[in-house]
């Protein structure tokens, strides 16, 4: 098996496709650690003309770096990206709101894992400013079916 090579295309590495994607290509990745970049909408469904991105996309936009180091991981391994979700926001603050198609770098730290639960550090800086900082928690791994009660 060949080595996989950074960055990668988010694509490659996440279940969501346009529109709902925000990651362009994952640059970075160590253990606990990643790097990831996208464009701040100018249009579309995470942009609104009038207050531009909503406080969603900021935290969309973590969790969604953190899909794509987790695909990546499980690429390296040879498996198949797993599942997960969103399940928390611990904390978010929005420092400053870049201009539409503005390109940003997202970076996450995981600070805490439990089993599948983990809680992940994000920030979200542009090449003038830090933007916004989230701390998310979120559940990887296998979805329980619900059986009969």
């Excluded at 994607?21 to 249009?43: C, H, I, M, Q, T």
């Excluded at 992940?120 to 059986?147: C, H, N, P, T």
């Amino acid at each position: 098996m060949n080595a996989l090579t950074l960055p990668r295309p988010a694509l490659e590495l996440v279940p969501q496709r346009p529109p709902m994607l925000l990651v362009d290509e994952l640059l970075e990745w160590r253990p606990g650690r990643a790097l990831a970049r996208a464009v701040v909408p100018a249009a579309g469904i995470w942009y609104d003309p009038e207050t531009g991105v909503p406080t969603e996309y900021w935290i969309e936009l973590v969790a969604q770096a953190m899909a794509a180091a987790n695909g990546y991981d499980a690429m390296q391994a040879g498996a198949a990206p797993g599942s997960g979700m969103l399940v928390g926001v611990d904390s978010f603050r929005l420092y400053q709101v870049p201009r539409p198609g503005a390109t940003v770098l997202v970076e996450l730290k995981k600070t805490f894992e439990f089993g599948a639960v983990k809680i992940i550090k994000g920030w979200v800086r542009s090449a003038e400013a830090d933007l916004a900082e989230v701390e998310i928690k979120v559940w990887e791994g296998e979805m329980m079916e619900e059986g009969p009660r």
